[in-house]
T-cell receptor
């Protein structure tokens, strides 16, 4: 199937780290992506990882990829209230399609 | 500014009415997509167009039609709207297997009563 799964909610305290997890199905995906959606807005590309990489770091963001388990995670260090949003992982199937997960709503409280 | 433009931003329809959602991109992308977003279900692909002149069904095509008018424009039509089509619709464009992923429009919030 073409299921990309995520947990629906995550709540963290400001300043803590957030870890958002995703499992995907297509091992032939070239890229895996993380998108951020703020309230009332479209999706914006946050970061990506090439399928032959295990880890990618970009400032406060760390992406980990476990190809064996088809598991992708996004870690946000020093989470801020401005990080509150819905986060989607997505895989580029070996077609012209991009398949999205269900989205994880991150809530950051003071 | 370069990007994906969707119109309208909001729409209320009565059951059985028809309408067309418009989408245009100015980034010279080959591929364009229509998704719907529903609570707890993420984004589901309705139709996509890998290149000008081609369209293909996605995960949830029933009740919709599309037209790839030219490289820039990709429209989504609801011929006879149903309450189950109440959703937020997003258009996106991009290149296959690109590290830039897709660029999304700001969405159309559609309510069918």
């Amino acid at each position: 199937g073409e299921d990309v799964e995520q947990s629906l909610f995550l709540s963290v305290r400001e300043g803590d780290s957030s870890v958002i997890n995703c499992t995907y199905t297509d091992s032939s995906s070239t890229y895996l992506y993380w998108y951020k959606q703020e309230p009332g807005a479209g999706l914006q590309l946050l970061t990506y990882i090439f399928s032959n990489m295990d880890m990618k770091q970009d400032q406060r963001l760390t992406v980990l990829l476990n190809k064996k388990d088809k598991h992708l995670s996004l870690r946000i260090a020093d989470t801020q209230t401005g990080d509150s949003a819905i986060y989607f992982c997505a895989e580029s199937m070996n077609t012209d399609k991009l398949i999205f997960g269900t989205g994880t709503r991150l809530q950051v409280f003071p | 500014n370069a990007g994906v433009t969707q119109t309208p931003k909001f729409q209320v329809l009565k059951t059985g009415q028809s309408m067309t959602l418009q989408c245009a991109q100015d980034m010279n992308h080959n591929s364009m997509y229509w998704y719907r977003q529903d609570p707890g279900m993420g984004l589901r692909l309705i139709y996509y167009s890998a290149s000008e002149g081609t369209t293909d069904k996605g995960e949830v095509p029933n009740g919709y039609n599309v037209s790839r008018l030219n490289k820039r424009e990709f429209s989504l039509r609801l011929e006879s709207a149903a309450p189950s089509q109440t959703s937020v619709y997003f258009c996106a464009s991009g290149h296959r297997d690109s590290l830039y992923g897709y660029t999304f429009g700001s969405g159309t919030r559609l309510t069918v009563v």
